[in-house]
């Protein structure tokens, strides 16, 4: 059973799945690249001069493989709590299973509904890393602040979520510091 799905591939999505697959949690990103990230032109997120949103996806969604994630284009249709964590079902009829889910699915909270989730003022409430009131169950970026959809604010959500996760699997507060190597 992979222990994180991740449902949605914009910055959100992709910077907590970056943070979970880069320590160590087995990961699978499910969406489409339909992200509205490419109608995007980045002038506005720290350490990138200019970016178009489609090159900003590529270089995202790399990075995420290259940190040991799995991407699957495929649209997820159906999500229900089981036993050990989560289910998700997709168009195809391929059902996986993952201790914690992470929604990242932009202004799109049909999943977030079956799970019981309630949406108000067009928005799934959670707190500042993500957490819903329903255990490991995470919603991020755009899903949960429909009213600050910048990119950076978005990749910045998914890594409280992500870090969040990574605290609840090691019993403790994860940081994700890296430093550089002396020679």
């Known amino acids: 059973m992979a222990e994180a799905i991740i449902v949605g591939d914009g910055p959100a999505g992709l910077s907590a799945a970056l943070f979970l697959a880069k320590n160590g949690i087995t990961t699978t990103v499910y969406g489409q690249d339909e992200t ?36 699957k284009d495929e649209k997820v249709t159906g999500a229900e709590k089981t036993k050990l964590g989560f289910a998700v079902t997709t168009e195809s009829g391929d059902r996986r299973e993952a201790k914690n889910l992470v929604l990242a699915t932009g202004a799109t909270h049909d999943l977030a509904e079956a799970l019981g989730l309630e949406k108000k003022k067009n928005t799934v409430e959670s707190d500042r890393n993500g957490r819903t009131g329903v255990p490991r169950l995470y919603v991020t970026g755009w899903t949960t602040r ?5 990119a950076i604010i978005s990749a910045g959500d998914g890594a409280a979520t992500a870090l969040d996760i990574l605290s609840a699997e090691a019993g403790k507060d994860i940081h994700d510091f890296d430093v550089v190597e002396e020679k």
């Open 146 to 150: 429909p009213d600050k959809i910048q």
């Open 36 to 71: 509205p990230m490419h109608a995007a032109m980045l002038y506005n997120y720290l350490g990138i001069e200019a970016m178009t949103g489609s090159d900003f996806q590529k270089l995202a969604r790399r990075q995420v493989i290259a940190q040991g994630a799995t991407i």
